[in-house]
């Protein structure tokens, strides 16, 4: 069955300094994954997909089929990223008539000035 | 674009009974999925519909059930509640079955 983990439930690190976020899969089939986040009070929105190859705010994440990862980083962090980071596995479902979401955990990252 | 609305956004609901939650998708959103969200978990899928016909289930026992409407509107319906259902619900919409998903704000439950 597929698995997304995020090993660390919380991550703290200093304004400017560099951040990863850790997200290791098992899925059989042809992955597609997503960071989602979801600052205080707010609704839990897409950051970035893999397919799409962008950096969003500074983010990247880059898939690696052989170690089944797709950390999130950033090189200097900001006060403003603090917040709830989700990675999320998108399958199909049964007779590929849709998909679903599978989440990781979740990492806090909190950024201190 | 209008986004995806949930109601109501809070609700105290006693073990053993029957609760409705509310969604409103964005217009042309044709696919919803539902997620439960557990504290200090990461959402779980519930089910998806696909113009108005349920096409994927989770790991939900049938005490959880859906609805989709024509208007972009749907229902997630939970019976017999139980005190581990406490958690917040999300709603998810997309143009279609391939897109990324568009969340809500969700809906906590509290079954005491």
């Known amino acids: 069955a597929q698995r997304v983990t995020q090993p660390e439930k919380l991550l703290s690190v200093f304004k400017g300094a560099p951040v990863e976020l850790k997200c290791n899969y098992s899925?059989?089939?042809?992955?597609?994954l997503f960071w989602y986040v979801q600052y205080s009070r707010q609704r839990l929105q897409l950051l970035l997909r893999?397919?799409s190859r962008e950096s969003i705010k500074g983010f990247t994440a880059d898939l690696n089929k052989g170690e089944t990862s797709f950390h999130l980083k950033k090189p200097f962090a900001q006060e403003e990223d603090s917040a709830m980071y989700y990675c999320?596995?998108?399958?199909?479902?049964?007779?590929?008539?849709?998909?679903?979401?599978?989440f990781g955990g979740g990492t806090r990252l909190m950024v201190k000035p | 674009e209008t986004g995806v609305t949930q109601s109501p956004t809070h609700l105290i609901k006693t073990r053993g009974q029957q609760v409705t939650l509310r969604c409103s998708s964005q217009?042309?959103?044709?696919?919803v999925s539902w997620y439960q969200q557990a504290l200090g978990q990461g959402p779980q899928f519930i089910f998806q519909?696909?113009?108005?016909?349920?096409?994927g289930r989770g790991n939900f026992p049938p005490r959880f059930s859906g609805l989709q409407f024509p208007n972009y509107s749907s229902e997630l319906n939970v019976n017999a509640l139980e005190l581990d259902d406490s958690a917040l619900y999300l709603c998810?919409?997309?143009?279609?079955?391939?897109?990324?998903?568009?969340f809500g704000s969700g809906t906590r439950l509290t079954v005491v």
């Open positions: 998810a919409s997309s143009p279609d079955r391939g897109s990324g998903y568009t």
């Open positions: 217009s042309g959103h044709n696919t």
């Open positions: 893999h397919i």
């Open positions: 999320a596995l998108c399958i199909l479902l049964n007779n590929n008539a849709g998909n679903m979401l599978t």
């Open positions: 899925y059989s089939g042809s992955p597609e």
């Open positions: 519909y696909y113009r108005e016909e349920e096409n």
